[in-house]
């Protein structure tokens, strides 16, 4: 037996010894508002002209909806996104009763009932931005952060809290995940919570996004993913938070990539499109994308299904370790889809030597996939969880792996289901862009590619994201993230995360329409 | 290398302007006329089309609903006048049924010919009624596809229609029987009459252009057949009656589709009479005794059924129908049971809507799937419910018919791009092999009690 190493080893001791030391970043909320001039929110506030710019609505309102900077004659044009509403006029600071000129109304905002679909809804779409913005759960007025309106799987989940009061301080919640549960003589490595960003590619995002991603893991001690398209050099500074992936188009995959980082990363299906594999349009694949993926620019790049030489499971195990003899610190993670037979597929990459089985599921993805897979192919992760999580426990080696799920989740509530049900952790996506500003438009492979500046490689759209103000937001989406597991946590009882795994008893169904009160 | 089949899709707008399913409103009064206009900076190139209306209002002013709320002018908007919103008459589109979604995924098949393809993730509700609950099951490493994307073009979506013994027998002179009449089409649909309105000549026209085009079938009323039809393209429809007087049709067809009766085993013989190369099949109503039917029909020597369910997909005949997704799953069940299921061809139509619902039926049960509803919707049906031949907002019947007839080829052809998707991802390499193979499916109700069953309310 080799002897484990407790320490993490750095990607400086590994492979750069002379490099510069790995950067820091400080896991430490600060406001970052929506970088459009106009955030939206669920309210409309308007002044009519019959304001005469005596700032009553300055003074009373708490929210900072309306503003009259020193020297302005006018107050600014409300902040409505801040506003919550109708609801105010039950409390004494509600500005429509102020005005002595009646010239303020309130009422919802058109845009945000235009937005949003049953599973983000637009409530989650702003809460997400809200969280992005401030760090915090709380005081978002009446948005639904929790769930989303699909009416099934997580949406029809609810936590079952325990009838006594529980005793444990929030301060005392453990949420880190050890990712090393295989007496293997690899590293330990632990990451500060039960998340870690899924993969997307250079070419399927911008290469700001990719930056901001490796920061905020490396401020949360975690890890982001550099999906199936090469390792961009900006990113080897975080080699510690990177997680890269072996997928079967092999784009970008290098011994040095292999070799810089702690956990490599098995593709053989995503969820959005199981057994289809993937496709860059030729739009996306500029001459940077080209290099990084050693291919030829304005071809569109297939990255094929499945890999072409696994046809078992010793292949599999054959491939597991040619890449540990390649990077000896290396953890293995072996991401599949949710087909019927998703528990061999887990138990087989157990004996195949895997570290961590992570499942996507089919209704999450951040690239753009054909409709029909979406909706239609692979099971959606709710189901693929339990069943996983309970053929382990049954073949005795679910304490020697971990097992992380995504495809879907998109809030630190949907999180903790997962992990309920049976994972010890969960992989985050589409949550993250959101937090970056995507509206879910779904145009992501058109054209020049994402209006938002967040899928796309256009020189001029990437500018609308800076890497500072994109690794704040996601800084605090995920503060806010761990702000509501602790309370989830301690109002079980529990003094770690690890205790929820499998405990479908924290669990209660909601019939569709006849929800009752909530958690 | 094997001739691939291939369907020659065509880009073909709609008739009418676009019901989209955004608005973008613009508060003008309020506009500061600043130099950094939102409006220049629109990826889609949506505003632009604005301004041409600006300049020449002969221009059509819809261009907004083109637009992809992405947001970036409305919240960009220096002194933020523009609001989103959802189109009014978006919002009344469709039915019960067929829903606003499905209405726009088909008009857009009906133009690009192309497979729907969005990011961020699926947007609808978990599951839904019949086949919106129940999922495909895809293949993680072993592949007899073995050529993943590559290899696409080698899968077969090719079906028989017509009566396969299960065995051959032998006299002294060598194989006694003659070998019964097999029609193989490359795709496994066969387009139907219309499931409301009139069959009007243009729509028929069109329809069968779109048949032969797509190399497969268009079932018609016999009443409609002129002398100068294709035959080789043409399913007649007839009442055992009609037999005697449309001879000439039952020589030339293929296939002759005879509508169900008492007498109906008596009228099969009787075409078979006329042409003995003739596949005659059955069209039935799928009620709840559709499998007991279909062993007196088996008994009585037909060898191909159309089971017709009702325009939503469910039984007919009964007050608590079931979906197809369940339906069809025990009549199949009743002829594997019986040993027979290889020697009928079981055609099943009525609410096959979406490209997922000809991969499912198939799955359920049926060799392949009748088309009806999806071709008047690409043709730019609302399914609205009005009178659907006096006032038919969208002039279905006076239809060109070379047009109509790309429309239903390019909607077909995206449905056959989306059945390969769906076998790959399967690896299965024919669809004649999806048939019956519900362990390749996921339903509901299992799935949910396996995972939630101990999870109490």
């Known amino acids: ?519 | 290398m094997p001739e691939r089949y291939h369907v020659p899709t065509v880009p073909t707008p709609g008739r009418f302007p676009k019901t989209g399913k955004y608005s973008i409103v613009d508060w003008r009064e309020d506009c500061a006329r600043c130099r950094n206009c939102v409006k220049n900076a629109c990826v889609s190139g949506i505003w632009p089309l604005e301004r041409a209306y600006d300049r020449d209002p002969t221009t059509p002013l819809e261009p907004s609903f083109d637009c992809r709320a992405c947001l970036s002018c409305v919240q960009g908007c220096t002194k933020g006048i523009l609001s989103l919103s959802v189109n009014p008459a978006y919002l009344m589109l469709g039915d019960g049924y067929w829903s606003r979604e499905m209405l726009s995924t088909t008009w857009a098949q009906a133009e690009t010919g192309r497979i729907p393809v969005s990011g961020a993730g699926y947007r609808g509700p978990f599951c839904g009624p019949g086949f919106d609950s129940m999922w495909t099951d895809m293949s993680e490493i072993v592949r007899p596809t073995r050529d993943g994307i590559h290899g696409r073009e080698y899968i077969s979506t090719s079906v028989d229609i017509g009566s396969k013994p299960l065995r051959v027998r032998f006299d002294a002179d060598g194989v006694a029987d003659e070998e019964p009449p097999l029609i193989e089409l490359p795709v496994p649909f066969i387009l139907d009459v219309p499931p409301w309105g009139s069959d009007g000549k243009r729509l028929a026209t069109a329809r069968a252009s779109a048949a032969k085009t797509l190399r497969t079938l268009s079932v018609m009323r016999a009443s409609q057949i002129s002398d100068s039809d294709d035959l080789d393209t043409l399913a007649p429809l007839l009442d055992g009656e009609e037999i005697a007087a449309n001879e000439p049709l039952l020589r030339g067809a293929r296939l002759v589709e005879l509508s169900d009766g008492p007498q109906v085993a008596h009228y099969v013989k009787q075409a078979l009479n006329v042409n003995p190369r003739l596949v005659v099949g059955v069209r039935t109503p799928f009620t709840v005794h559709a499998g007991e039917r279909l062993l007196r029909l088996h008994e009585a020597g037909v060898r191909v059924v159309h089971l017709c369910a009702d325009e939503y997909g469910r039984e007919v005949d009964t007050d608590e129908p079931r979906y197809l997704r369940d339906a069809l799953r025990e009549v199949h069940g009743c002829l594997v049971q019986e040993g027979i299921r290889d020697e009928v061809t079981l055609i099943v139509g009525g609410g096959i809507a979406l490209a997922e619902h000809m991969a499912k039926a198939i799955i359920c049960g049926a060799d392949l799937v009748a088309v009806s509803a999806p071709l008047l919707v690409a043709l730019g049906c609302r399914v609205c419910d009005g009178d659907h031949d006096a006032s038919c907002p969208v002039q279905i019947q006076e239809i060109d018919a070379d047009y109509g007839a790309q429309r239903m080829v390019n909607l077909m052809g995206a449905w056959h791009s989306q059945l390969i998707e769906v076998l790959g991802a399967m690896g299965i390499r024919e669809v004649r092999r999806l048939r019956g193979e519900t362990g390749r499916a996921m339903f509901l109700e299992d799935l949910d009690r396996e995972a939630f069953g101990d999870i109490g309310y």
């Open chain 1, 1 to 519: 037996m080799t002897s484990v190493i407790e320490r993490p080893v750095t990607g400086a001791e590994a492979g750069r010894p002379n490099g510069p030391p790995p950067p820091t970043v400080e896991r430490v909320v600060r406001p970052t508002p929506d970088r459009y001039r106009n955030p939206i929110g669920p309210y409309k506030v308007r002044r009519s002209a019959d304001c005469h710019s005596c700032a009553v609505c300055v003074d009373v309102c708490p929210y900072g909806v309306h503003v009259k900077p020193a020297g302005y004659k006018l107050p600014l044009r409300p902040r409505d996104y801040l506003c919550i509403g109708p609801k105010c006029a039950e409390t004494d600071h509600y500005c429509v009763e102020h005005c002595p000129n009646k010239a303020l109304s309130v009422g919802r905002n058109p845009t945000a009932d235009a937005i949003g679909d049953p599973r983000w809804t637009s409530d989650l779409l702003l809460a997400t931005w809200r969280q992005a913005e401030t760090g915090s759960m709380t005081s978002f007025g009446d948005l639904e952060y929790r769930h989303g309106a699909s009416g099934g799987g997580f949406d029809a989940l609810r936590f079952r809290f325990p009838q006594t009061l529980a005793t444990v301080a929030p301060e005392d919640v453990d949420t880190r995940l050890e990712l090393n549960r295989r007496d293997d003589g690899r590293p330990r490595v632990t990451i500060d919570m039960p998340i870690y960003g899924g993969g997307m590619s250079f070419g399927s995002v911008s290469i700001h996004v990719m930056i901001a991603r490796a920061r905020a893991a490396t401020a949360w001690n975690t890890f982001t993913c550099t999906g199936e398209g090469g390792y961009p050099e900006r990113l080897q500074p975080y080699d510690d938070h990177v997680i890269t992936q072996v997928a079967t188009g092999l784009f970008g995959v290098r011994e040095d990539t292999i070799q810089r980082v702690r956990i490599v990363e098995f593709k053989y299906a995503q969820g959005a499109k199981p057994g289809l594999g993937g496709h860059l349009l030729g739009d996306k694949n500029t001459p940077d994308v080209a290099r990084m993926r050693q291919a030829v620019a304005g071809n569109a790049l297939f990255s094929p299904f499945p890999f072409h030489s696994v046809y078992s499971v010793e292949d599999h195990k054959k491939h597991l370790d040619w890449v540990k003899a390649i990077n000896p610190r290396a953890l293995m993670s072996v991401k599949v889809s949710t087909p019927t037979d998703v528990d061999m597929v887990a138990v087989g990459s157990y004996h195949a030597g895997a570290h961590i089985i992570h499942m996507d599921g089919s209704y999450g993805g951040t690239g753009a996939a054909p409709d029909i897979a979406k909706k239609n192919i692979a099971m959606p992760i709710e189901y693929a969880i339990p069943r996983v999580h309970r053929f382990l426990v049954e073949e005795g080696v679910r304490d020697e792996i971990v097992l992380i799920a995504s495809g879907g989740l998109r809030t630190a509530d949907d999180v903790l289901k997962a992990i309920a049900l049976g994972a010890d952790g969960a992989v985050v996506g589409t949550a993250e862009i959101v937090a970056l500003g995507c509206i879910r438009c779904g145009n992501c492979e058109s054209g020049r590619g994402c209006a938002r500046g967040i899928a796309t490689t256009d020189r001029k759209l990437i500018e609308q994201v800076q890497v500072d103000w994109a690794t704040q937001r996601l800084i605090n989406m995920y503060a806010a993230w761990r702000e509501r597991m602790v309370d989830v946590l301690a109002r079980m009882g529990m003094r770690s995360v690890s205790e929820l795994r499998g405990r479908h008893d924290c669990l209660r169904r909601v019939r569709w329409g006849e929800e009752g009160t909530d958690d």
